[in-house]
């Protein structure tokens, strides 16, 4: 039987993938752990339990209590909380992901997902359309973590045979979890802006084009690339991924269809200078033709969506 470990299950992928995994493999099956305690109302669903990734002794405890046989290791410190500090950045993203690696080598798991990032690429990389195999200059300390543990899942891939997977999210928009410390948030805020009909500051220029991507394909697509025969996983670093790709103004204006007196103002912070070091949309043929990927959700039909189901589900929470 499939026994999952779910770590950083509180954050914004983790709060809906680890439902997802639910709904895939029953919630026997699945054990959603974070080092928030506070975050445990959240997994009515399943079992919860309070883990920190930097302790490689309780990891491997869970492991063998649970007979774990996959991890999804999705705690992470994202990009702008990153450049507060650094070093703890660094530590939370690399020391975390080689003990889930080298525990995925000792007790021989049948699989690992590990979500890394566009933030990869750098100012030196293409801008649009940008492939697979594009130069990498990330100035970002996440970005650097995320390069480096690209590197280091390809190596414990073919060094010790582990068979880990991973994608290179774009920023990722959904109206059930809030992100945080990114540099791609500012389409999630907006949308709560919106429906409380209060005008919205944007935290970058309005024709700062990103990768982006709702929430549900990118559930979709980590179901999908975990599905996969491994003999279709030609990629062990991390696959681009591609949804959609919009400026805070192009949001804007979808926004104003469905409210019309919708007002965004502009106040680039230290995040404009990340986001211009990030390509503004990506190429995503690798996934598309090893393992059947294709986005369903474009600006459109997303924001339709988040502006319909965002009311009623914060009224319920
Ligand atoms: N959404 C992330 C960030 O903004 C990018 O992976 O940091």
Not at 260 to 271: L, N, T, V
């Given at each position: 039987m499939n026994k999952l470990l779910v770590i950083g299950a509180g954050g914004q992928l983790g709060s809906e993938l680890t439902k997802a995994l639910v709904n895939t493999h029953g919630s026997d099956a699945v054990i959603?752990?974070?080092?928030?305690e506070s975050v445990k109302s959240k997994f009515a669903y399943c079992r919860f339990k309070t883990l920190d990734v930097l302790d490689k002794d309780a990891i491997s405890n869970l492991i063998q209590a649970e007979?774990?046989?996959?991890?999804y290791h999705l705690a992470a410190i994202l990009s702008a909380n990153g450049e507060k500090n650094p070093v703890q950045?660094?530590?939370?993203?690399?020391?975390?992901l080689l003990n889930v690696l080298d525990l995925a080598k000792e007790f021989k798991l049948d699989k690992v997902f590990w979500p890394s990032s566009i933030a990869v690429f750098g100012p030196n990389s293409p801008k649009t359309n940008t492939p697979q195999d594009a130069f990498k200059n990330p100035t970002t300390v996440y970005g650097i973590s995320k390069l480096a543990g690209e590197h280091w899942c390809e190596y414990y891939y073919t060094t010790y045979g582990v068979d880990v997977r991973s994608l290179r999210?774009?920023?990722?928009?959904g109206y059930k979890s809030l992100p945080g410390g990114g540099t791609t948030d500012y389409a999630v805020d907006i949308y709560h802006k919106a429906i409380n009909e209060e005008p919205f500051t944007c935290f970058l220029q309005e024709d700062t084009a990103l990768p982006m991507m709702y929430m549900e394909d990118a559930v979709q697509a980590t179901l999908q690339l975990m599905a996969a025969p491994s003999s279709d996983i030609q990629i062990r670093t991390s696959y681009n991924l591609s949804g959609m790709s919009f400026s805070p103004q192009e949001i804007a204006e979808r926004i104003r269809s469905h409210y019309?007196?919708?007002?965004?103002?502009?106040?680039?912070?230290?995040?404009q200078k990340i986001a211009d070091s990030w390509p503004s949309s990506i190429n995503d043929d690798s996934a598309r033709n090893d393992w059947g990927w294709k986005a369903s959700f474009g600006l459109t039909e997303m924001t339709a969506e988040i502006l319909t189901k965002l009311p009623s589900y914060i009224h319920n929470l």
């Open positions: 959603a752990t974070d080092f928030q007979k774990i046989t996959q991890i950045a660094w530590d939370i993203n690399m020391k975390g999210f774009p920023g990722l928009i019309p007196e919708f007002s965004i103002q502009y106040a680039p912070d230290f995040r």
